[in-house]
Nanobody, 119 residues
């Protein structure tokens, strides 16, 4: 089993910053991709940022404001969010894809962390 635990959400004023963290643990052989998604009330879950072995990718709405980083040795991924806007308000989910020690593929999600941008 592979578990993802997120932290770092909260309430911040417009223009402020937050940093989200996600740690993967369990029977992990390797992690190919780690990503952050978000889901606002009444909307579908959308990809925010993704990192694998190459250049990170970002949605158009966050490019230039958010930075995703990965620490492979600790199976962690972080999302630095700057210049936050009210429309960034959502539940943010961590996602990881890879293989377990028994070489079975996994595609797991964290429990989600609330980010609220409001004055």
């Amino acid at each position: 089993q592979v578990q993802l635990v997120e932290s770092g959400g909260g309430l911040v004023q417009p223009g402020g910053s937050l940093r989200l963290s996600c740690a993967a643990s369990g029977s992990i052989f390797n992690i190919d991709t780690m990503a952050w998604y978000r889901q606002a009330p009444g909307k579908q879950r959308e990809l925010v940022a993704v990192v694998s072995g190459g250049t990170p990718g970002y949605s158009t709405s966050v490019k230039g404001r958010f930075t995703i980083s990965r620490e492979n040795a600790k199976n962690t991924v972080r999302l630095q969010m700057n210049s936050l806007k009210p429309e960034d308000t959502a539940v943010y989910y961590c996602n990881a894809r890879g293989k377990t020690m028994s070489r079975r593929e996994f595609n797991n999600w964290g429990q989600g962390t609330q980010v609220t941008v409001s004055s």
